[in-house]
């Protein structure tokens, strides 16, 4: 075959040519295979044609040329930069036409067959992963080209291989016609990022097989048929099957789910090859209009998955792989949404193998159309019907036998047209067995599922309630949120009342939180770099820092938020009837594999505890549950009875006594803390002395109490604003982060208008109020003492017509020498208003370093909620009632303005803040803001501290 030197192909709206038909995947096989991953030459060119392609030749010399590992992106390695946007193309939108200046990597592996490599059958050269366009060669001659980047092609290769010195050479273009169909918020990374792989085909090996595993939920059987291209026998020892293929076999067996997910292992056998089978049997239909596996509805608990290695981009690793699953299941989360491309084969296995229900979606997105109203959108033009098509194709019959795999998708974002269609009648007609999903199917016309993504609150219990009109169709359609609780920064905040509006309509079938991890990229200027880190000319910024985890994979307290939001046993009870409420929270589970605890706290600590019995309840069973009689008396203090459901022995996923749910309740109030004003304040020389604390006479700042010194304490409003405050530029609705800046809260002024001393008081008045407005807060500090300890009663009251709530409202602080932290409230990590299920009350300890939260891009983080008393800097604080409390080695001017943690330098002073209330969280960085029950609201306000120095 000659070489072409055109690159007409590179914008060529076909997926490519010479590659193979698209076959079933498997993980194991007798037949020899040669991994091609490694160290590969490379040369990057500025354009698609700077370089000719004598390279491909046998002899070409490559010596100079650089060497990158495979799989890759070279953009990580060192040649060139990566680009984020989160819909924009950066470049010009002119389908298929893609610039001239087109990053392309030429890609060099020259390798030998293993002295027993097999001499008679064929040979296939797989790539799993290339973007986003590439032409191959071996020894000189040209296999052809691919587009899609995601997706496995295959190239037969037996009639060119060499028992020496084999040339593989590859051209990677960065941008293609396929790039219109990626438009996926992500990464721009272009390389070979996942396996390459040489494959023997032995005479008589297998080709494509499809597993078709049912099971019957009310005879307790399993059916099972093996459809395969060649002719062959199926055995499952453990089931006693051995029967050809294509002949279905009914027998009893198990079935699999996500929460028990048996597999049986059995061989493909056909004459020349025998293939490893993991077959799980299981039923997915839609049924009284819901989506129901093994005849059950579902309640999906999901996260949308992009790939992502702080250091190797989308070329991920087995181990990087199972962490993942291994989080999510130790996370009770149990559903994935593949966002918005196959992942690797192996990610599959894994769910297949641990249990988790997969959305299997496919590698489309067009959303850049959506800056032109969708106009000249592939996927309504019949022109790139045949790509779309071969993108399915290579989907599904590379992941049909995966038992995880309960729905497939279209893709995201992709408008709607002929090709959609097209796309959802090929998948129905190759597999009935699974529902297909697209979000942007309004009408479900296409689809099987009405899914919508970021819906609030209140529409989506409209649409639990069936008044949220649409088709007939759509109306007896179960729902999904593909996408919610947008999780960038700090948040997401409402997941406990989304949850809670899940589990009250059967329609709602849950969700899946936007998204699993931040795609911050490793960086020694910034700790992690995010978009316009790498001087891109467009770039949506920390848009790609959207994660439950940090990149290093190190859960965010949304996460843990997450995990108590969606714990699967319900653990209920007031305190005062010595029962505690259990509930099955599982779709199929009972509760056999938990053990559970009881523990009782007064005062924070744990003064007795024990094994509690609690029957294996089926699921969605409830029983009451006596508890012990308290080991000390109520009276001793506040008390909190705490139970744990743990596991019950190891599991693959996590071992004995894993927590996975948990509940606490109270048995006894606090006694709130009041200090008899029984001294007065002083003056003496330029301060007044009230009990153990000293003043400034002119402007009654506190200075020191005890020993302790004191700077910096008044009202504080301001935080250094979440993305969720910022909110999304294409919201409509208020964004309050803009908001609260634009009315110059974040630099209030404050006056001061008296200074008084009374027989048992120090009163301060003041007035905090922003520049250029009329709006203030009437502020009154009044101090009182009883010789030991100090009492600060805040008054607030708003004046003129505040029409937004405030971002928080408390006092803050600064000390000097302070690090240890004691606390006795909310804990061990971050709470909001929204977003406070995780919080467990007991005491707590910390330095002032761990109390912060690492985001991505600095911002307010790291406020534990409900705290009873504090201990810092050689102070203890109570308060009246519980508040937030929060200590860092900067200021929240200083937070506010830091772009990255490297931003961030500790001073010598530690800034406390003690917060009678917060703004809530909530997603509006994609989503809806925080509801209005958690809304700071500016109103009248009273609330109290006791400072006393620790002896």
């Not at 600095?858 to 909620?865: L, S, V």
């Amino acid at each position: 075959m000659s070489l072409r030197t055109t690159t007409d192909y590179v914008e060529d709206v076909s997926p490519g040519s010479g590659a193979l038909p698209p076959r079933a995947r498997y993980a194991s096989s007798d037949a020899r295979s040669l991994s091609l991953n490694g160290s590969w030459r490379f040369r990057l060119s500025d354009t698609a044609d700077a370089e000719d392609d004598s390279f491909a030749q046998e002899g070409y010399e490559a010596g100079g040329w650089a060497e990158v590992p495979v799989p890759g992106h070279w953009v990580l390695q060192g040649h060139g930069s990566p680009v984020y946007t989160n819909h924009l193309y950066p470049f010009p939108v002119d389908p298929p036409r893609v610039p001239t200046e087109n990053p392309t990597g030429d890609h060099l592996r020259v390798f030998d067959l293993p002295k027993d490599w097999p001499a008679d059958g064929g040979a296939v050269l797989r790539f799993d992963g290339v973007e986003s366009c590439a032409r191959i060669w071996l020894n000189g001659t040209e296999l052809g080209e691919f587009k899609g980047s995601r997706l496995p092609h295959e190239f037969a290769v037996g009639h060119l291989l060499k028992t020496v010195d084999n040339v593989l050479a590859v051209r990677v273009h960065q941008w293609s016609a396929g790039s219109y169909l990626e438009d996926q918020d992500q990464w721009w990374l272009p390389g070979i990022f996942r396996d390459v792989t040489l494959l023997h085909r032995p005479a008589g090996g297998v080709l494509d097989f499809f597993v078709h595993a049912s099971y019957d939920h009310l005879a307790g059987t399993g059916t099972l048929r093996v459809d395969s291209d060649v002719d062959g026998r199926v055995t499952v020892p453990e089931l006693g099957i051995d029967v050809a293929t294509g002949e279905p076999v009914t027998v009893p067996a198990e079935p699999w789910s996500a929460e028990r997910p048996r597999l049986y292992e059995g061989v493909l056998a056909t004459e020349g090859e025998r293939v490893a089978l993991r077959i799980g049997f299981r039923t997915v239909e839609l049924s009284d209009g819901l989506i129901k596996v093994n005849g059950r509805a579902v309640l999906f608990k999901g996260v949308n998955r992009h790939e992502w290695h702080p250091e190797r981009g989308r070329a991920l690793d087995l181990e990087t792989m199972r962490e993942d699953v291994l989080l999510m299941k130790r996370h009770n989360i149990n559903a994935v949404r593949t966002s918005h491309y196959p992942p690797h084969p192996a990610f599959l296995d894994l769910c297949d193998e641990y249990g988790l229900w997969v959305i299997d979606e496919c590698d489309l997105e067009t959303h850049g159309f959506t800056e032109q109203g969708w106009r000249d959108n592939p996927v309504d033009d019949d022109r790139w019907t045949p790509a779309l098509l071969d993108r399915a194709a290579r989907m599904v019959e590379r992941d049909k036998n995966h038992p995880s795999i309960v729905i497939w998708s279209l893709g995201n974002e992709a408008g709607t047209g002929r090709g959609l269609t097209a796309m959802a009648e090929w998948m129905r007609g190759r597999d009935s067995s699974r529902l297909v999903h697209y979000e942007g199917d309004l009408d479900c016309r296409d689809t099987d599922v009405y899914s919508r993504m970021y819906a609030d609150h209140a529409e989506v219990e409209r649409i639990g309630r069936g008044l949220d009109g649409g088709t007939h169709k759509r109306r007896e359609l179960p729902f999904l949120l593909c996408e919610y609780g947008h999780a960038m920064g700090n948040g997401p905040g409402g997941l406990a009342d989304y949850q809670r509006i899940f589990e009250t309509y059967d329609r709602l079938q849950g969700g899946f939180i936007w998204e699993w991890i931040d795609h911050g990229i490793k960086d020694e200027r910034y700790g992690y770099a995010y978009g316009g880190d790498f001087g891109e000319e467009l770039h949506d910024g920390n848009f790609v820092c959207d994660g439950l985890l940090f990149p290093d994979r190190r859960p965010s307290p949304g996460l843990v938020e997450y995990k108590k939001v969606i714990e699967p046993v319900a653990v209920e009870g007031d305190g005062t009837g010595g029962t505690v409420r259990i509930t099955n929270k599982y779709d199929f589970a009972d509760l056999s594999a938990l053990a559970f605890t009881w523990s009782y706290q007064v005062n924070g600590e744990t003064v007795g505890e024990g094994t509690l019995p609690v029957p294996a309840l089926t699921a969605g069973e409830s029983a009451e549950v006596k508890l012990p009689e308290p080991p000390v008396a109520t009276a001793a203090g506040e008390a909190h009875w705490t139970v744990r459901a743990l596991l019950a022995a190891d599991t693959p996923w996590a071992p004995k006594d894993h927590v996975v749910a948990w509940g606490q309740f109270a048995v006894s109030a606090r006694q709130v803390p009041s200090v008899a004003a029984t001294d007065g304040p002083v003056p003496g020389n330029g301060l007044i002395t009230l009990g153990p604390a000293s003043f400034d006479a002119r402007t009654g700042a506190l200075r020191t109490v005890g020993g302790v010194d004191v700077t910096g304490l008044r009202l504080d409003v301001w935080r250094a604003v979440t993305d969720n405050d910022d909110g999304a530029a294409w919201q409509t609705d208020i964004r309050y982060g803009l908001l609260w800046r634009g009315l110059g809260l974040h630099r209030m002024r404050h006056r001061l208008d008296a200074v008084e001393l009374g027989d048992d008081a120090l009163t301060v008045r003041t007035r905090v109020a922003p520049a250029a407005r009329e709006i203030g807060l009437s502020t009154v500090y009044r101090w009182t003492s009883d010789g030991n300890r100090l009492q600060l009663t805040v008054s607030v009251d708003p004046e003129d017509d505040w029409t937004v709530p405030l971002p928080r409202l408390g006092i803050r602080f600064g000390l000097s020498a302070a690090d240890r932290v004691q606390w006795f409230g909310g804990g061990p990590g971050e709470a909001y208003p929204d977003s406070r299920a995780a919080s467990s009350v007991g005491r707590w300890q910390s330095t002032v370093d761990d109390l912060q939260t690492p985001y991505v891009r600095p911002q307010e983080n790291g406020a534990r909620a409900d705290v009873r008393w504090a201990e810092i800097g050689g102070l203890r604080i109570e308060g009246d009632p519980e508040f937030f409390f929060t200590a860092r080695r900067w200021t929240t001017e200083q937070l506010d303005a830091a772009e990255h943690r490297t931003d961030l330098t500790p001073g010598d002073t530690v800034w406390v803040n003690l917060d009678h209330g917060q703004h809530g969280l909530g997603s509006q960085s994609c989503g809806p803001g925080p509801l209005p029950q958690y809304h700071l609201r500016a109103e009248a306000a009273q609330f109290s501290f006791v400072f006393s120095e620790i002896s």
